[in-house]
């Protein structure tokens, strides 16, 4: 699929998409010169953390690099491009930090093990760890564990019992502080099928796992806070004897709480000291803006934490003017429709301005192609600084720069989800709180504000009726739930308490003592309880990351260039209509309904029925749609939407609508608004 | 019957050297155990060390000398903690070793940066060690006389006196400063001097974790000897000439008006505020 520009061409969407490096996408141009260093340092200390392993494993460490750069220097691609080229010789990770608490063993641990599950290759990263272990203790080469791990494969359960066994015996004779359970189901993982090894890949992250999980693995308990970093040793321990874990901690400037060091960034560097210190066979690479970093982030560091984050730092190179015009011409190659042979889209002469011009990173480079291909015309880059186009204070108009990031979190939020339900877990609670902490940005008279570290609350919510604490429950196990919320009945006492579950994870009927714990928190009468539809969840993540890209200099204006937080933020408040989001009124208590749990419990005591499926939504009802202008009713729930979702949707209400209709009925519409011919909105205030 | 003698395998043995001499050429060093089967390899590693490699237990490598001097030679500012990741194929204790050898014998200058101590060309301009006890001991009496001054309620100190003493302690600096003065634009047949002087710029202002120098700084240490404007341009001659890289500003608004006043105009409405030498980027 494409997109049409003003004169007419066909720019595909991974083009356009490419302004904004996906660390996951297989398919990237990539200069192999540029930053050549940057990735051979990475490189080297994979192979240097794999040889000692294997030959003096007992003399391993960890080790630790920082990578700087300007915004769109390629940073996020630096990852994507070792991913792809070291492919199943590494595993890698990719970490955003959390923002509304300091990151926990227990948080890395879980996107560890998450990313496990991503494939690189067409290899999935756990079958990558555990097929080259496997080879290296057979001592077969390592290099094809695929081809390994499928030999395991056709063995008899036995058989593979046994000589998985005989694989954890050889491990525990190199190391013996590795935690034996850990390495039995992470050894064991590759081999389970559905459900198996579902609950295993929940236990090995430290995921609340509920009874039946548990069960299946054989498990009493799910993995406990203070048994993450022994997880997390014998994760990198056993990894690094064939495909290292290479941990990436990108965008650290969001740890920065305005322009000082606060709590997150003490607790980011404790973490990273006491991974240095607790983990062998780790590379860990720490990702931030330079100034950010050099200002911000090293300052703050004291002698010993800065001894162990700081071993090496790396600053990204920019292209030369050669490198930049091969970067060119490596995307204008991959166009599918071209209307004149190279330098197309560009005049020889604005090709060479471009390519000469100081302080080019990638992203600007992509920017002045697109703009090339959009027919805009050339402009002087110094007359532009000097004369800006749009004067300090005035906002341009947000439009497909803001609305594609926005769609780019929706889709990330979206697979997250995904991604969740089929482990059959609930988001981690960690991102939802720093989404709702997003919101309190936008919210007048209400503050929004981390609560305790290690408390049943994660969030304080301050209005001007009094405070609130606002506890997200992610818990899979009913038990763990279950003392959750006799903790928040106690609090409940003191504070009023808002409990937030996602209707996805309902209550399950069998749960009687985790929904009498409920009940009792409820008839507390200072407690409520809101169910977090999907929609919300998807929201939320997608507010939080996106606010965290545009503090990274990552999301761009409708022009492509790069814009500050404020702007973001403006858009955000003038397009998205925070405050109205179903969740967040729930929250402000808003909404029209009252909450299901009491409904729940009202039918329970007319009916004595035992559990009834829940009928009414506890956040505040959607907007109904009605038979006729389904189209415009759909975009109002969406807000913002690409046209072929809103098709998409409007299909599935009134299965016989038509896309010529929906684009139709869209255009006829005064509440609607355009943002080039794929993206519509709602306009503000309607 | 008797048993059939075993006879040794042939080995190409020239094969095996332009293997080894490839692979060193490419990687710096190559492992013994890799040089081929082990009854070949004493006759390869005999004739790599002909060759002028150096031998060790394990590995086969280019002269850590050759190493060092290269990595020097390039530009590269190496401080003695990191000797090891400058070369390959040695242990950080032979890198050191090594590079204090280069030292004694005048191959390579040993000096103190902030609090870490660097090898750079014998070629960079230092001092003597007499030209250092002169600056030493006159900067110590101006540092005397000011914190005397400053302990006395009431007192002060001339300013023309600090200047004076200043060029008593450092006359290479206010040389340069006259000298420079009378020209603020940089003429054409001064372009190498004045590159020189944007590197020196460079290399003082340099932060060395980063291995950036901040704009702001080095326009200002460049403006004093030709004024804000040659300085802000003798930094965009040098980077159209692929000498010095000039960098965007990532920061979330750390800069204040006088430092963003001094930045350079960067595209796209971005402002440059680091900038550093590009390797190999010469004069």
Not at chain 1, 79 to 108: D, E, I, Q, S, Y
Not at chain 1, 229 to 240: D, F, N, Q, Y
Not at chain 2, 244 to 252: H, Q, S
Request: aromatic share 4%; glycine share 8%; proline share 5%.
């Amino acid at each position: 699929m494409g997109t049409k520009n003003r004169r007419g061409d066909v720019v595909s969407d991974p083009f356009l998409d490419a302004v904004h490096a996906d660390p996951w996408a297989e398919d990237q141009a990539d200069l192999p010169s540029l930053n050549a260093k940057a990735s051979e340092a990475i490189e080297e200390r994979i192979v240097r953390v794999r040889n000692v392993a294997r030959l003096e494993p007992r003399t391993l460490r960890s080790t630790s690099l920082v990578v700087l750069g300007p915004p769109g220097a390629g940073k996020t691609h630096l990852f994507a491009r070792l991913r792809r080229r070291l492919g199943p010789r590494a595993v890698f990770v990719h970490v955003r930090p959390l923002v509304h608490a300091p990151m926990t063993p227990r948080f890395v641990l879980g996107e560890v093990v998450k990313q496990l599950g991503y494939a690189t290759q067409g290899l999935i990263q756990l079958n990558a760890l555990a097929g080259s272990l496997l080879a290296h203790l057979s001592g077969a080469a390592a290099s094809f564990p695929h081809v390994f791990l499928s030999e395991y494969q056709q063995l008899s359960d036995a058989d593979r019992e046994a000589r998985l066994d005989e694989a954890v015996e050889q491990v525990l004779g190199i190391w013996q502080d590795l935690e034996e359970s850990y390495l039995r189901r992470l050894l064991a993982a590759p081999f389970a099928k559905g459900a198996t090894q579902r609950a295993m890949l929940g236990w090995l992250s430290g995921r609340d796992c509920d009874v039946a999980q548990l069960a299946r693995i054989g498990a009493t308990a799910s993995l406990s806070e203070d048994l993450a970093i022994g997880a997390l040793r014998t994760l990198c321990s056993v990894a690094s004897l064939g495909a290292p874990i290479v941990l990436v901690l990108d965008q650290l400037e969001n740890l920065i709480e305005g322009t000082e060091p606060g709590a997150r960034l003490l607790g980011y560097a404790n973490l990273s000291a006491e991974f240095m210190d607790s983990l062998r066979g780790l590379v860990l690479v720490h990702m931030a803006l330079d100034t950010e970093w050099a200002r911000g982030i090293e300052p703050s560091l004291n002698p010993s934490q800065r001894s162990r984050i700081v071993m090496e730092t790396r600053a990204l190179a920019l292209p030369t003017p050669q490198q930049a015009e091969e970067l060119l011409r490596l995307w204008i190659d991959r166009m599918p429709e071209r209307r004149a042979s190279y330098p197309w889209p560009f005049t020889e002469a604005r090709l060479a301005r471009v390519v000469a011009s100081p302080g080019m990173t990638p992203r600007m480079l992509l920017v002045e192609c697109r703009r090339a291909v959009d027919g805009e015309d050339d402009i002087d880059d110094t007359e532009e600084a000097e004369e800006p186009v749009v004067a300090a204070g005035e906002v341009a108009d947000p439009s497909r720069g803001f609305i594609d990031a926005w769609e780019r979190c929706l889709g990330a939020a979206r697979v997250a989800m995904d991604e969740a339900h089929e482990q059959r877990a609930c988001i981690d609670a960690g991102r939802l709180a720093d989404g709702l902490l997003s919101c309190g940005r936008f919210l007048a008279g209400v503050r929004i504000l981390p609560g305790i570290a290690g408390q049943a609350a994660q969030l304080v919510l301050e209005a001007a009726d009094g405070k609130r604490l606002v506890s997200i429950l992610g818990h899979g196990h009913p038990k763990s739930l279950g003392s959750t919320l006799a903790k928040l009945t106690m609090l409940a006492g003191r504070m009023p308490v808002i409990a937030l579950r996602e209707r996805a994870r309902d209550l399950s009927p069998t749960w009687k003592d985790t929904i009498a714990k409920r009940d009792a928190l409820l008839e507390t009468g200072h407690a409520e309880w809101i169910w977090v539809e999907s929609d919300d969840v998807v929201r939320l993540l997608s507010l939080d990351a996106l606010l965290q890209s545009a503090r990274s200099g990552d999301v761009t204006d409708e022009r492509g260039e790069p814009v500050d937080l404020a702007r973001v933020l403006e858009w955000v408040r003038g397009v998205l209509g925070v405050p109205d989001w179903p969740i967040v009124r729930s929250l402000l208590g808003d909404g029209d309904e009252k909450p299901e749990a009491l409904l729940e419990r009202e039918e329970k005591a007319e009916k004595e029925a035992r559990i009834t499926a829940p009928v009414v939504a506890a956040t505040p009802a959607m907007d109904p749609i009605p038979a006729a202008g389904v189209a415009v009713a759909v975009l109002r729930q969406l807000r913002i939407a690409s046209l072929e979702r809103v098709v998409r949707e409007a299909a599935r209400v009134e299965p016989t609508s038509t896309r010529n209709a929906v684009v139709a009925e869209l255009e006829a519409s005064p509440q609607v608004r355009f943002f080039g011919r794929n993206i519509v909105g709602v306009r503000v205030g309607s | 019957m008797a048993k059939a003698r075993k006879t040794a395998p042939a080995f190409d043995l020239d094969r095996l050297v332009a293997q080894a001499r490839e692979h060193i050429e490419s990687e710096a060093f190559v492992k013994v155990s890799a040089l081929g089967p082990a009854p070949a390899r004493s006759h390869v590693t005999e004739t790599l060390r002909s060759l002028g490699f150096e031998v060790t237990k394990s590995t086969v490598r280019r002269p850590l000398r050759e190493q060092l001097l290269e990595a020097v030679s390039q530009g590269a500012f190496v401080p003695v903690k990191s000797f090891a990741s400058f070369v390959r194929g040695g242990t950080a204790k032979e890198a050191k070793g090594v590079a204090m050898e280069l030292a004694q014998e005048g191959r390579l200058a040993r000096v103190i940066r902030g609090s870490a101590e660097i090898l750079v060309p014998v070629s960079a301009p230092t001092y003597t060690r007499d030209e250092l006890l002169v600056r030493s001991r006159a900067l110590d009496t101006l540092v005397k006389t000011l914190t005397k001054a400053s302990k006395l309620k009431g007192v002060s100190v001339l300013r023309s006196d600090v200047v004076e003493s200043i060029e008593e302690a450092l006359p290479e600096f206010t040389r340069s400063a006259r000298s420079s003065s009378a020209t603020s634009e940089v003429a054409h047949d001064g372009k190498e001097g004045t590159i020189l002087k944007v590197f020196a710029a460079l290399d003082a202002m340099r932060d060395e974790s980063l291995g950036l120098s901040f704009i702001p700084r080095v326009v200002a240490h460049l403006g004093r000897d030709m004024g804000v404007d040659a300085a802000r341009k003798s930094l965009l001659d040098a980077a159209s000439r692929g000498l010095v890289e000039l960098r965007p500003e990532g920061g979330l608004r750390r800069l204040n008006g006088e430092e963003l006043e001094l930045c350079l105009p960067g595209p796209q409405g971005t402002r440059l505020s680091w900038a550093r030498r590009i390797e190999g980027g010469t004069s």
